[in-house]
């Protein structure tokens, strides 16, 4: 049985979030919009937006979001952010 494809590509948004680090040692959430064609896999990138909140690292349970990364051995990393205010 054969399948019957839409001539209208099928467009989705993805949302992409990483952080960036300040050179006072902070953090920023940067968001990245990417377009992908479902049909064909097609990829197109978007706009990237640097986010206003700072955030700290932290080694405690109460964290605001988190990131993980594959270190220079190839192990897995996390890095716990906390949400803060520069005046603190």
């Known amino acids: 049985m054969k399948q019957i494809r839409s001539l ?3 467009i989705h948004e993805e949302k992409v979030f990483s952080f960036t680090r300040d050179e006072d040692g902070f953090f920023r959430k940067v968001e990245k919009s990417v377009y992908r064609n479902r049909h064909n896999n097609e990829v197109k990138h ?16 109460i964290f605001d979001d ?19 205010n520069k005046d603190n």
């Open 8 to 10: 209208v590509p099928d």
């Open 46 to 61: 978007g706009e990237e937006v640097i986010l206003e909140g700072l955030y700290r690292p932290t080694l405690e349970d």
């Open 66 to 84: 988190v990131m993980s990364y594959q270190d220079i051995n190839g192990d897995d990393q996390t890095l716990r952010l906390k949400l803060v």
